[in-house]
C-alpha cells in the first residue's frame, strides 16, 4: 500500500543518512554548505560554476540592517522571553508577499516570459496597462542602475550563466525605459530571480533562497537581542510614538452593568 | 496495541464531534463560548459561578494597546505580505517568559504556596533574600493596589472563588510590605493566578488563559494592519530611530578577493 | 506629525485601558467572553441577539479532534521542548487556505453574492463551468444536508439574522443541485459565513472567527501533549510508515573528495 | 539620546549595506556562504581552517530525513494551504529543548567544564549522582563510537581546532564509560558542541548552527510538500491511527438546555 508519508530528499540506511543519494558522512568535509544546499533543492551535485554562482546568491541577502519587519518581528518575539529559534522563526513568517516575494514573482515572470511566444514588447505592454508592477524592476534609490544587479550579472557572465533568461531581465529593463519614458532598474531580486532561473531552479523555489540566505542575519539579530537587550523592551512609547484614531471615552450603558 | 497519537479531548462518533463526551451540536446554542473553554480545559461543564468567573478572566487580558511586543511582531509580520493567520500566530509566538508568563510563574507560586509546609511568612523572606522577583507582585504605576486585582477579587469574593488561593496571593502582598518596609501590589497577573488556582487549574495551562483571552485582540489588530496599513511599512526609519554600535567600515582583505 | 503606529482599538488613559472606548475594568465581570469579542472586533457593543449568535459561532468551531494539520503542527512543535504558546501558534499557522480558508471565501462569495447584479443562476452557472469549487458547499459526508448548518441557521432565524445572505445561502445550494443534479450540501463554513455575513462582518476577518473558537481546542491540545506524551516523541516510524521515492544511493564523484 | 533600536551587525551608509565593517557587494563572489555566516555571527572574517570547519558544521546538519517532528509540523502547515515561509517557520519553531536543544546543551557543558575548577572525574560523578543525563552523550544505536563524530574530531585535528575542549569532550566520554561501566558516546550533537566551542562561539548561540544548517533540509520538505502532495492531506486517519482515551458520550445536563 502506498505510504503517506513520502519523500525524495533523504532516506536512512541502516543508520546511515543518505542526501539526494549520498552518503551524508561523505558530504560532510567534501561540500561546502552551498554546494550541499544545491544538491538538496536541486537534487544534484552543482559543478564548480554552480557552487560559486550559488554561493553569490545566497550571500547577496545575507542581512539588510535591522529595519525590515522580519528583524522586527524576530526581535519582538525574543523580546517577550522566547529562545533563539522561536524568535529566528517569527522574523522567517515575516517573508510574506511583500517582504522576500518578490524574488518569487519575478523568478516566474521570467520563466513564464522567456518560454512565452509573445514579445518583450507585448509582455512589458500588457504589464504597463494593467497598472500591475512588474515583479523585479523599480528602486527607490537607484535610478540608472542597480550596483547589486551589477555585480550579479557580472558574476553570472564570469561563470557562463547569462543566458535566456539573464538576456530576457535585462531587456525587459530597456522595454520598460522605451515605452514608459522612464527606466525603472532590474532590482537586486530581479537579478537573483533571472540568475536562478537560469540554473534551472523552478519559481516556486524562489523564496526559498531568500530563507536560506537571510536566515544567518535573523539568528544574529536575535542572539544580539537575547545578549544585549533587557526583556519586554519598551521599543515603542505608547505616550509619544503612537496614535489613537478610534472612538473617544464612553460610559458603559447601564443594560449591560450588572456590577 | 497502544496507538501513538492519543486524546481525551475529542472523539469522533459515526460523523458527530463529541468534545469530552458532549455532543458539540447540543453546546452550539446552549453553551456561552467561556464555558466551552472551561469545558474543554477542565474536562467538566462549569456551574454558574465558574461560568461567570472565567468570562471575567478571558475579558481582563482581551488587548493591551499597539505597543506591546506580541503586537509589534503580528503586525510586523503581516506588513510583510501575509495573512491573517500568519500574523496572529506570530503574536502568539511573542507571549514568552516575559510577555504573558508571569500568569504562569505566579500560578506556580501560589499553588506550591498553598500547599508548602513553609508558612507565608518563611516563603516570602527566601524569595526577599534570594532577590529573586515574586512572581504576580509588584506594578511599575501602582503602589497602592491595583485596581484590575480589586475588581477580580470583589468578583470573586462575590462568586466564592476568594479562598485559600486568593487568601494566600494576599498574605503575601502584606508580608512583603512589612518585610521589605514597602508595598508591591499584587498585580492583575497575580489576581489571575490566585482566582485559577481557586477554580482549580494546573499552573501549566496559566499562559493558556491569556492566550484564549487575547487572541482576539491580536486578530483585531492583524485585521487593523492588513486593512489600513500599506505592506511593508517602512515603522522603523534606520536613519533616525536607529543606532549602529559595531564596526565602522573596513577593506576586505586581499586574500579574499578574488573579483 | 502623523504617527506611524496608528490604531482605533485600545488607547491608554492615565494608567487605565480602553476598548473601543469602554473602560476594560467596567468591561471586566459585565461582558461575556464573546461579548467583548464583538465589540472588539465590530467596535461597537452587541445587543443581545448578536450576543448569542456569537456565542454560537465560536462554540460551534471548538475543536475537531486530534487529525487535523492544525493540531498535528501543534503537538509536533511542542514535542520538540516548546512552551505552550509555541505549539498553539504553531497550529494557529496551519490555519491557512485549505484548513479555515474555506469560511473566508465563502464569506466573500456570499457578500459578492448578494451585492451582485447577477442572478444565483447566473452566479452557479459561472462556478460550475469555471470548474472551481464554490466555497461553502459540499461534504465528504453529509449529502442531504449538514446538521450543523440545520443548528446554525436555526438558531439564526430564531434570533433574527435569517435575513438575504442566509436565503443567498441556501438558494445556492439549491440551485448547485438544479444545474448540477446532484446536491452539494451549504457545510458548516458556508453556514457560518451567511450568518456572519448578515451580522455585517466583513469578509476579511472570515479567518478571525476560527482563530479566535478553534485556540481554545489548540491550547488543550498542546496542554494535553506537554503534560501526557514524552518530548520528541516518534510518532512517525520511518521505516514502517514512511516511503523513500528518491534516488538510490550512490557514490560521491571523486572530484568532490577532498578527504 | 540614546536609541532604542541598536544594532552591531549590519549598517547602511548611503545606500550600500556593511555587514561587520565589511561592504556587502565585496563580499558577493568572494565569500562562501559559510564564510559570511561566520563573519555575521562572529564578528570577524574567518582564516582557511575556520571555513572549511563552518562548512562541515553547517553540512552536517543539513537534513535527517521526513519523521522528525520539526518536518512534521512544517509539511502540516504547509498543507493547511500556507506559502514556504510559514511551513519553514513552523520547523523552526520546533527546534526547542528536545530538538536541537542538545547542542546548545552540550556547548554550555564544555565550555563550563574547560573553565571549571572540578576535575573531569568530579564533574562526570555529580552528574551520573544527580541522574541527569549529560548533554552530548548516548545514543540509541551507536554504542562503541558514532561515526558522525568520528568524522567531524577526524577533520577538526586535521585543521587544528581539536584543542582542550574536544579533548575535554572525549575524557567526558571515557570518564563515564569508566564510572559507569558501560559506554555513552559522544554523540554528533556533542562533537558539533566541541568544535564550535574551540572556534571560540558562545553556547547560547549553538541552536543556531542547527537552525541555518537545517533550514536547506526544510525548504527542500515544504517545497515537496506544496509540488508534490495534496493541501489538507489526512496523513492521519482517525479512525485506525489515533485512541480517543478520555469521557464517553453523555448527555448535556438539562439545566444548560435552552433549546
Redesign the interface.
Known amino acids: 500500500m ?12 541502516g ?1 546511515e ?18 554546494q ?2 544545491y544538491l ?2 536541486k ?1 544534484e ?1 552543482p559543478n564548480e560554476k554552480e557552487s ?1 554562482m ?3 546568491i ?3 541577502v ?6 525590515p ?2 528583524v ?2 524576530a526581535r ?2 525574543a ?8 524568535g ?3 522574523g ?10 518578490a524574488l ?1 514573482d519575478a523568478m516566474r515572470f521570467i520563466q513564464e516570459g522567456v518560454s512565452s511566444t509573445k514579445s518583450v514588447s507585448e509582455i512589458v505592454r500588457e504589464y504597463l496597462e494593467s497598472k500591475k508592477p512588474i515583479p523585479g524592476y523599480g528602486h527607490r ?2 535610478k540608472d542602475y542597480d ?2 544587479t551589477k ?2 550579472m ?2 553570472a557572465k ?1 561563470l557562463g550563466f547569462y543566458g535566456k533568461h539573464c538576456q530576457f531581465a535585462e531587456e525587459v529593463q530597456e522595454e520598460i525605459a522605451r515605452q514608459k519614458g522612464k527606466r525603472l532598474v532590474l532590482n537586486v531580486d530581479g537579478a537573483i530571480a533571472a540568475v536562478a532561473s537560469e540554473m534551472g531552479f ?1 519559481w ?2 524562489g ?2 533562497f531568500f ?3 537571510r ?3 535573523l ?3 536575535v ?2 537581542e ?4 533587557k ?8 505616550e509619544t ?10 460610559e ?2 447601564p443594560e ?4
Open positions: 502506498e505510504k503517506k508519508w513520502r519523500t525524495a530528499i533523504t532516506q536512512h540506511v543508520h543518512t543518505y542526501i539526494r543519494g549520498y552518503r551524508l558522512l561523505d558530504l560532510v568535509g567534501n561540500l561546502s554548505y552551498a550541499a544546499v538538496i533543492l537534487g551535485l560559486k550559488m554561493e553569490a545566497l550571500v547577496s545575507i542581512d539588510h540592517g535591522i529595519a519587519p522580519s522586527i518581528a519582538a518575539v523580546s517577550g522571553g522566547n529562545s533563539l529559534n522561536v529566528v522563526a517569527a522567517i513568517l515575516a517573508f510574506g508577499s511583500a517582504h522576500g516575494g518569487e534609490y537607484y550596483p547589486r555585480r550579479l557580472d558574476i564570469d523552478d516556486r523555489l523564496k526559498g530563507i536560506i540566505g536566515v544567518a542575519g539568528v544574529a539579530h542572539y544580539e537575547l545578549t544585549t537587550e526583556p519586554f523592551s519598551k521599543r515603542l512609547d505608547e510614538e503612537t496614535e489613537y484614531t478610534g472612538t473617544p471615552p464612553r458603559l450603558p449591560f452593568r450588572r456590577r
